[in-house]
């Protein structure tokens, strides 16, 4: 089966990719430079050049493979980016892949963000991306809009903290953040939680889609289903050695700056219920709750997710039941598995 990946050198894509070609896959991949096309060239990836914003490149090349797996977004969040237009280039890009596949039944599985539901509910793969999120995104919806046109069309749905070696994302920023301010913040009581999942579980889960999911299937990407932001500060001070600190609703966008003051503040629990028991998907993957490093390390890249090695996980560091506090699901998910507990639970220490 060959199959058309974006996002192919990105921070999950990457791995998405190795997945694939470790179990039997022909892949190609969308590059923008030169540079990401020889990476992908030297481990045997069939190359498209190319961005998101070239339609008629992405037509043809979903057009000539078996399936398109698409986790290629600008994830610009400077104070001068333009998400709206973002989300219209990742709206636009989906129309093409479904023109390209229409009447085929192939499958394609576009990356999403969770949706926020309300302060204190866990979301579920029942719970639709609204409308007019607080940041905009289209995926999901352009995405679903599919179904009706003979793709074969699935999301799955990242959480909000992605973690792993080299993680470029919210809790890297923070800690620049914090590093630069003297502080590690949180807004208000911190009680707004974050669901995470590593990203070499979440790339397994864009196969499984890819060879399983019905049309329209929503599948939620999460390991850590409820993480308190004060938790996340709190561990981010604890490695840079910093104070940490309350900052109101109103001081957050000058704390943190836009659009960062905005996930700050989101409360995004979430669970994967549904997703495991459907497709056999287990995160065996150690969890952001517990593996926050307790000192600062010595560059910016490793500050909260270090990679292994030279850390590795030792078990029995800590209990073998969830942090009491990662928030419950509240009667809509089921308990973690075994496995999930344990990783979750294993503490990250140097070697």
Same mark, same amino acid.
């Given at each position: 089966m060959r199959v058309f990946v974006t996002g192919a050198t990105g921070f999950v894509g990457s791995l998405v990719v190795q997945d694939l070609l470790a179990h039997g896959y022909e892949v190609v991949g969308l590059a923008r430079s030169d540079k990401s096309a020889a990476a992908l060239e030297r481990i045997g990836v069939g190359v498209v050049q190319g961005s998101t914003e070239d339609l008629d490149v992405l037509t043809t090349a979903a057009a000539g493979t078996d399936g398109v797996i698409h986790t290629a977004y600008i994830h610009d969040f400077s104070p001068t980016a333009d998400p709206m237009r973002f989300a219209e280039i990742d709206r636009d890009a989906i129309a093409a892949f479904g023109e390209a596949l229409a009447g085929t039944g &192939?499958?394609?599985?576009?990356?999403?963000?969770?949706?926020? #539901?309300?302060?204190? #509910?866990?979301?579920?793969?029942?719970? &639709?991306?609204?409308?007019?999120p607080p940041y905009p995104r289209f995926t999901e919806q352009a995405a679903i809009a599919l179904v009706g046109k003979g793709v074969r069309v699935?999301?799955?749905?990242?959480?909000?903290?992605?973690?792993?070696?080299?993680?470029p994302n919210f809790v890297l920023m923070l800690t620049r953040l914090a590093r630069a301010k003297g502080s590690s913040a949180y807004v208000g009581e911190g009680a707004n939680a974050w669901s995470a999942v590593h990203r070499l579980d979440a790339a397994r889960l864009y196969r499984l889609a890819l060879e399983q999911a019905p049309a329209g299937t929503l599948l939620n990407a999460v390991a850590d289903e409820a993480v308190p932001f004060k938790d996340v500060a709190a561990a981010i001070g604890r490695s840079?050695?910093?104070? #940490?600190?309350? #900052?109101?609703?109103?001081?957050?966008?000058?704390?943190?700056g836009m659009p960062l003051a905005i996930f700050a503040q989101l409360d995004v629990p979430a669970c994967a219920k549904r997703t495991r028991e459907q497709f056999g998907w287990e995160p065996v993957e150690p969890g952001l709750s517990c $593996?926050?490093?307790?000192?600062? $390390?010595?560059?910016?890249?490793?500050?909260?997710?270090?990679?292994?090695?030279?850390w590795s996980l030792r078990s029995g560091a800590c209990s073998p039941e969830p942090s009491p506090r990662l928030r419950p699901a509240r009667g809509r998910c089921s308990s973690r598995s075994a496995k999930a507990k344990s990783a979750c639970c294993a503490t990250c220490r140097p070697t």
């Open positions: &192939k499958p394609l599985v576009a990356a999403a963000g969770l949706p926020s #539901v309300a302060p204190g #509910v866990t979301a579920t793969e029942d719970d &639709k991306a609204p409308d007019n699935s999301v799955v749905r990242m959480a909000p903290s992605v973690r792993g070696e080299g993680d840079l050695n910093l104070p #940490v600190r309350s #900052v109101s609703a109103e001081e957050a966008p000058g704390h943190f $593996c926050i490093p307790r000192r600062a $390390c010595s560059t910016a890249t490793q500050d909260i997710m270090p990679p292994t090695p030279p």
